[in-house]
């Protein structure tokens, strides 16, 4: 994972904002990922994006991504104690193949 | 739909010992995935099979991990001796191949510690 490089550790407080972000390496990736991992539990699919797209919005999610500086964000809106987590970023490689970044830990303070 | 379910969920042994780790895919999905995450490494892909043909191996640690798909809803990761050092949490994940990475679905992890 380490061609995709994320941030360890983000403490927001419960209805900020969040935003985590990511850089990838791998210019010709078709699409780039979120995945969200609740502990002891296994990656749960957020959301993705396509590369020719400059943003996505689902509900409280909004990514960001500038393909130029090879850039990927997450914002989570109005941060709630259920979102504490660790979020992967997620490149991918050839057609199957998924690159993930080392998580970034978010914990929300009340 | 159960989504991938892996067995056991947590799996204590003693080094040299023989761990066997099982995933039943997603039904209809043709393509399935062996993951380790330590914190050290992260996330890494041990193994990638496609139509239950193993396509990608190249993550394999070393000899002492084997991998098989005998039909399309079972697969299983051996380890044989086992080493203090291949404690981790490994995930079995499978998808549809025309999805991409989008439909890939994760099991929630066997959690090996070896002692």
């Known amino acids: 994972g380490e061609d995709v490089e994320q941030s360890l550790f983000l403490s927001v407080r419960e209805g900020d904002s969040s935003v985590i972000n990511c850089t990838y390496t791998?210019?010709?990736?078709?699409?780039l990922y979120w995945y969200k991992q609740e502990p002891g539990a296994g990656l749960q699919l957020l959301t993705y994006?396509?590369?020719?797209?400059d943003m996505k919005q689902d509900q409280r999610l909004t990514v960001l991504l500038n393909k130029k500086d090879k850039h990927l964000s997450l914002r989570i809106a109005d941060t709630q104690t259920g979102d504490s987590a660790i979020y992967f970023c997620a490149e991918n490689r050839d057609d199957y193949k998924l690159s993930f970044g080392a998580g970034t830990t978010v914990t929300v303070r009340a | 739909d159960a989504g991938v379910i892996q067995s056991p969920r947590h799996e204590v042994t003693e080094m040299g010992q023989e761990v066997t780790l099982r995933c039943k895919p997603i039904s209809g999905h043709n393509s399935l995935f062996w993951y380790r995450q330590t914190m050290m490494r992260g996330l890494e892909l041990l193994i990638y099979?496609?139509?239950?043909?193993?396509?990608?191996d190249s993550g394999m640690p070393e000899d002492r991990f084997s991998a098989k798909m005998p039909n399309a809803s079972f697969s299983t990761l051996k380890i044989q001796p086992s080493e203090p050092r291949d404690s981790a949490v490994y995930f079995c994940?499978?998808?549809?191949?025309?999805?991409?990475?989008?439909?890939?679905?994760f099991g929630p992890g066997t959690r090996l510690t070896v002692l």
């Open positions: 994006i396509f590369s020719n797209m």
């Open positions: 994940a499978s998808s549809l191949d025309t999805s991409g990475g989008a439909g890939m679905v």
């Open positions: 791998d210019s010709s990736s078709t699409y």
């Open positions: 099979f496609n139509n239950n043909v193993p396509i990608d």
